[in-house]
């Protein structure tokens, strides 16, 4: 059935599609028919639609669990996973450290180390630390890694870059708030000791007017500017409210003085502390106790206060806003270390900012560049009442991102500007999990490989050049998406030399690494991670076209446009049996590559 | 026209409201009639170098007073000294690193410091010492983001606007690249200063390259900058060249599949069309760069290994090419970070001082040996000053600061624009928070970069539409 464009775009009822894009011989992706008058929520009634749930929601969609998501629909799937199982970093390491040492150094716990970890939880491979236990918390791994580039640490950060166990834990609070209250995140956010000495706030001190020493003010100010309410006030739907035409500012330098004296007085928890461990964090030692080792409860657990330190004798300008609960949003002196640090983070959490600031950036890492307003109002107003009159609930704000009208039907409402840009490296944890990519020893070195995965990607796990991210939520590429006044995060790092190193590490993983054996020359020692190119194989020989229809739907959702596949089929049936080399593998391989390099995949839709 | 093509322009005009992508394009047109430059003749070049120091540099632990009242002014906010724990030069350190300005040249601006103090540099700073003091270099005091000149009295007052956002990272850094902060969304003044310029190269290579990360500053209405690794190029392993292309066997129906997918114009989805076409610039200008560099001797200049090291070399080396790639005005852009010392500001302002010094010192060298060294201007940027006011071991967030320009075109061995006093009580300099209020505007800095690189006056104004704000619309830094 054929239908004009002109005739069906922009037609709604009731915000859903009043009918489906036309496809023909040209570049649309083959988006099927719909009727678009069942709820968002119910479903998946196809496969492809169970895929572009599951790329929206995982890392990547498999067979198996397309098959899964069609048989219990999408609420129960959701329910399913907010009670998976969940699936941590730092007894990795821990296991790692416990393996007899090796002549590769593979055994010594680094920031590689961690790399194989978020690896096997994010991609759900054998886990070799739990007698080979496959993780299966893919929502909470996801929504891990969204709150990651949102609250950033980073190894890049000098003190950090040899303390893989401060950033697994770190990454462990993530996941274990995944599914939590925001206001929980923020203060496990603000207290770990990683973000501690990431935004400079461990061992923050009062002002010391003899010493002209005032308290640091990074963490006042990036907590607010990044992590909670931004620098302008926001309508419900994310939009700036304007006086006279101009955005409102949300603080002034006043505010963040006032939480910078907040935030003084905590240093490195105590366990474990003592004189034959290190030294504990006192009134008589403040700069120099705290950790002496990795591997150490202090670099785990939550700052504590040490209130000789702490202002507890100013004033406290916080932040101002209708309906705050702190007169004029100053809290009165007085308070110790955990009574002004509550106080001020409820005063942060009730800002009417937080729930559009947090539900744009939460839709942007998983769904749509360009949310409408609506989208976001929806999302926002979940996590201002999840139903049931709780604040911040971030089940409620994951049910509303995904199962909203937009998620499902955002390429039908907005066909040529719906969705983003896919990430680097969940181009490549889509491609392992579709291809059910596995090690022989359960190990993971090809996430490692040199230099650093983020100097192919642009980006890395906790490894951000900034706390700024990798690419910031109002990024505008620039050319046509800037015309058009359009925000493009993630093309902030599809810069001309990371196209190329992104594609050529592509390149590495599809060609160089089957099931059958290995191509490249490699050290792996049983730790690469190889293609299941047997599973398509029978399919590859006998059938490309069907081989495609498996890749489209595995990748693409079932995206891919009648011109590609044609395009990928012609390509197909030139390539000749050669030694050593089976056609079906080449087949496979060629195909896997040209889609994950080609412009229809890398916009994930 | 094709089916493929009509369907695109009728649904891009349907789904995005009609005359936006038009009026773009016709912007970008009218644009590019108003680029007046033909080709510059032989021998007239020109390269602007930036270097944008990540973080907000704490430049008033980089250029320092050791007279004694200015000292003292200085220790008033700075009053622990790095022996004990604080962020403080003690004044003989100093001292040893004195600068030796020249004296005013008379009708012309530049010379001792405005405030009849005496400056040294932070010991890292070794070579930029040397380059300075034997004329290379010059300082330009208290620079920072403004939309008008503003006092003390008018900022705590709020009656004259001021640049939104102050003291936030991201905001500032935008500022100083786009030098306009009466517009979030404006481009780079590099890349305007492209848009102008460009059609006088006569190579395809964009005028503005990138040897660190994608930034503001190069971006243009038309002209969009070339990224690329300062190791060097490397090429798409699966269209035959690149570094793994020996895994597969002859492929070049997988080079046609590949291009037709990446083919102008033929995607339907915009961010399709813009990944295509990045991905298509990139594989052109990087063929054009290899096959430059390749015909090219090596340096004779030693450059450090080091990040910083590797970017300038990279400049350099492009720089040399220039004939090969058609360029007569190069822009380029390269970084260092972390320069947000909120603690333990000592060990890192040190660490990314000494690699800052030694790298602009080779590349310094490297222009005199490729013979350009008038002909290449290098400066500093940075998001913020740093407050003056210390916690501990590290400052926070500021507003106005120093910065240094180098070149054989740069009337060095002086300082320019007015220094502040660092004062900690009844400063009349700062904000009341302990941040510098600028004196000098990015715009007359840059103007004054822009005017040397051969913008008219009119084409400056319109660059720059602040400009006119301020007194001095060039601080006369060069030439």
Redesign the interface.
């Given at each position: 059935m054929q239908i004009r464009?002109?005739h069906c775009?922009?037609l709604f009822v009731l915000g859903l599609p009043a009918c489906a894009v036309a496809q023909?011989?040209?570049?649309?992706?083959d988006a099927g028919m719909r009727s678009g008058f069942e709820a968002a929520d119910v479903g998946p009634y196809k496969d492809a639609d169970a895929a572009r749930f599951l790329t929206q929601a995982t890392f990547g969609p498999t067979l198996e669990d397309i098959a899964h998501l069609r048989a219990v629909g999408y609420r129960n799937w959701l329910n399913e996973q907010f009670a998976a199982p969940v699936a941590t970093q730092v007894p990795y390491l821990n296991w790692v450290e416990g393996l007899p040492p090796n002549p590769d150094g593979n055994n010594t716990v680094n920031d590689h180390t961690r790399m194989e970890t978020w690896s096997i939880n994010s991609v759900g491979t054998p886990d070799p630390s739990r007698g080979m236990v496959i993780p299966t918390d893919q929502l909470r791994q996801r929504m891990a890694f969204a709150l990651s580039e949102i609250f950033v640490v980073s190894s890049k950060?000098?003190?950090l870059t040899y303390e893989p166990w401060a950033l697994a834990s770190y990454y462990d609070m993530l996941a274990a708030n995944a599914f939590g209250n925001y206001r929980d995140l923020l203060e496990d956010v603000t207290l770990h000791p990683a973000m501690g000495i990431y935004?400079?706030h461990l061992a923050?001190?009062k002002a010391n007017t003899t010493?002209?020493?005032?308290?640091?003010?990074?963490y006042a100010?990036e907590v607010l500017?990044l992590f909670s309410i931004g620098?302008a006030q926001l309508n419900t739907d994310g939009s700036p409210v304007l006086v006279g035409g101009q955005?409102v500012?949300t603080y002034s330098?006043?505010t963040?003085?006032g939480f910078a004296a907040v935030f003084t007085g905590w240093n490195w928890n105590n366990t474990g502390c003592g004189p034959t461990t290190y030294v504990c964090c006192d009134e008589n030692n403040y700069?120099n106790c705290g950790r002496y080792d990795h591997n150490i409860p202090s670099w785990k657990l939550p700052m504590q206060p040490v209130e000789a330190f702490h202002d507890s004798t100013s004033n406290k300008q916080l932040l101002d806003y209708p309906g705050v609960a702190l007169p004029g949003g100053v809290l009165a002196a007085g308070g110790d270390a955990t009574a002004e640090l509550n106080a001020a983070l409820d005063n942060i959490f009730e800002h009417p900012n937080v729930g559009p600031f947090i539900a744009r950036r939460l839709i942007q890492r998983l769904v749509t560049?360009n949310p409408s307003a609506a989208y976001i109002q929806r999302v926002a107003s979940a996590f201002n009442n999840n139903g049931s009159g709780v604040r911040g609930d971030l089940k409620a704000v994951l049910r509303a991102i995904l199962l909203d009208s937009e998620a499902r039907y955002g390429p039908w409402q907005?066909?040529?500007?719906f969705?983003?840009?896919r990430e680097p490296l969940l181009k490549n944890t889509q491609l392992w999990r579709a291809m059910e990519a596995r090690t022989e020893t359960g190990r993971v070195e090809t996430l490692s490989p040199y230099p650093g995965i983020e100097d192919w990607y642009g980006q890395g796990p906790l490894r951000s050049?900034?706390v700024?991210n990798f690419f910031?939520p109002d990024y505008?590429?620039?050319?046509?998406?800037s015309?058009?006044?359009?925000y493009?995060p993630e093309?902030?790092?599809?810069?001309?030399?990371n196209?190329?190193?992104t594609?050529?590490r592509l390149?590495?993983l599809s060609?160089?690494f089957y099931s059958e054996g290995e191509?490249?020359w490699t050290n792996g020692h049983g730790a690469v991670m190889k293609l299941n190119t047997v599973r398509d194989a029978a399919l590859a020989n006998s059938n490309p076209g069907a081989l495609l229809d498996r890749y489209s739907l595995l990748l693409m959702s079932g995206q891919m446009s009648p011109?590609?596949h044609q395009?990928?089929l012609?390509?197909l049936n030139?390539?000749d049996e050669?030694p050593n080399?089976p056609l079906s593998r080449q087949r496979i391989?060629?195909a896997l590559?040209?889609i994950l390099?080609?412009?229809?995949y890398?916009?994930q839709? | 026209m094709s089916?493929?093509r009509r369907?695109f322009l009728?649904?891009?005009l349907?789904?995005?409201g009609g005359a936006?992508?038009y009026s773009?394009?016709g912007n970008m047109r009218a644009l590019a009639a108003a680029a007046s430059h033909t080709t510059f003749p032989a021998g007239d070049f020109k390269a602007l170098v930036c270097i944008f120091l990540?973080?907000g540099n704490d430049s008033f632990n980089s250029v320092v007073p050791y007279s004694a009242s200015q000292y003292a002014d200085y220790r008033?906010?700075?009053?622990?000294l790095i022996a004990n724990?604080?962020v403080a030069f003690d004044q003989a350190t100093i001292q040893a690193n004195a600068l030796s300005p020249l004296a005013v040249q008379p009708g012309l601006p530049g010379g001792p410091p405005s405030d009849g103090g005496s400056y040294g540099l932070h010991p890292a700073l070794a070579e930029m010492r040397q380059l300075f003091n034997t004329g290379k270099v010059a300082i330009v005091g208290n620079v920072g983001t403004l939309l008008h000149p503003v006092t003390q009295a008018e900022y705590q007052a709020g009656t004259v606007a001021v640049p939104?956002?102050?003291?936030?990272?991201?905001?500032q850094s935008i500022y100083w690249q786009s030098s306009r902060p009466d517009d979030a969304?404006a481009?780079g003044w590099g890349g305007r200063m492209a848009d102008r310029l460009y059609t006088g190269n006569t190579g395809t290579v964009p005028l503005c390259i990138?040897l660190a990360?994608?930034n503001l500053f190069q971006?243009?209405d038309i002209v969009?900058s070339?990224?690329?690794?300062p190791e060097g190029v490397?090429?798409?392993?699966?269209l035959g060249d690149?570094?793994?292309s020996w895994?597969?066997?002859p492929n070049e129906?997988?080079f046609?599949?590949?291009n037709?997918?990446?083919a102008a114009d033929?995607?339907?989805?915009?961010?399709?069309?813009?990944?295509?076409?990045?991905?298509r610039?990139?594989i052109a200008?990087?063929e054009v760069v290899d096959a430059a560099l390749s015909a090219a001797a090596p340096l004779a200049t030693a450059f450090p290994d080091t990040r910083m090291g590797s970017q300038l070399k990279m400049a350099a080396r492009l720089i040399q090419v220039r004939a090969a790639l058609g360029m007569s005005r190069q822009i380029f852009y390269v970084s260092q970070?972390?320069y947000?010392t909120?603690?333990?500001q000592v060990d890192?302002q040190q660490w990314n001082f000494s690699q800052l010094s030694q790298a602009l010192k080779a590349f310094y060298d490297a222009t005199v040996e490729l013979g350009v060294a008038s002909s290449v201007t290098t400066f500093t940027a940075s998001d913020f000053g740093r407050s003056l006011?210390?916690?501990?071991d590290?400052t926070?967030?500021g507003w106005g600061g120093h910065h240094f320009v180098m070149g054989g075109a740069v009337r060095g061995q002086r300082f320019y624009g007015a220094m502040p006093s660092l004062r900690?009580d009844n400063n009349p300099d700062e904000?009341g928070?302990?941040?510098i209020i600028p004196t000098t505007s990015v715009d007359q800095y840059a103007a004054t970069m822009a005017a040397w690189f051969g913008l008219s006056a009119t084409e400056i104004a319109d660059i720059f539409p602040s400009l006119s704000e301020f007194n001095q619309a060039n601080l006369r830094f060069l030439g």
């Open positions: 464009l002109a775009l922009m023909g011989l040209s570049h649309w992706p950060n000098g003190t935004l400079t923050n001190q010493l002209n020493i005032r308290p640091d003010e990074n100010r500017q620098l955005p500012p330098q006043a963040v003085t700069s560049s907005y066909p040529s500007i969705g983003k840009l050049p900034s700024f910031q505008r590429q620039s050319g046509e998406i015309s058009l006044a359009l493009s093309f902030q790092i599809l810069t001309d030399s196209i190329v190193s594609n050529n390149f590495s060609f160089c191509s490249c011109f590609m395009t990928l012609n390509r030139t390539l050669e080399r391989q060629h590559y040209l390099n080609s412009p229809e890398s916009i839709k | 089916l493929n369907r009728r649904h891009s349907t789904a995005l936006s992508l773009a394009f990540n973080g008033s906010s700075r009053s622990v724990g604080g939104p956002q102050l003291f936030s990272h991201s905001d969304n481009n990138s990360e994608n971006r243009g969009s070339y990224g690329m690794s490397e090429k798409l392993s699966y690149g570094p793994e895994v597969i066997p129906d997988g046609a599949a590949y037709a997918l990446l033929t995607q339907e989805h915009v961010f399709e069309r813009s990944f295509a076409n990045s991905t610039n990139s200008n990087y970070g972390a947000d909120h603690n333990n890192d006011g210390v916690n501990v590290g926070d967030h900690y904000t928070f302990g941040q």
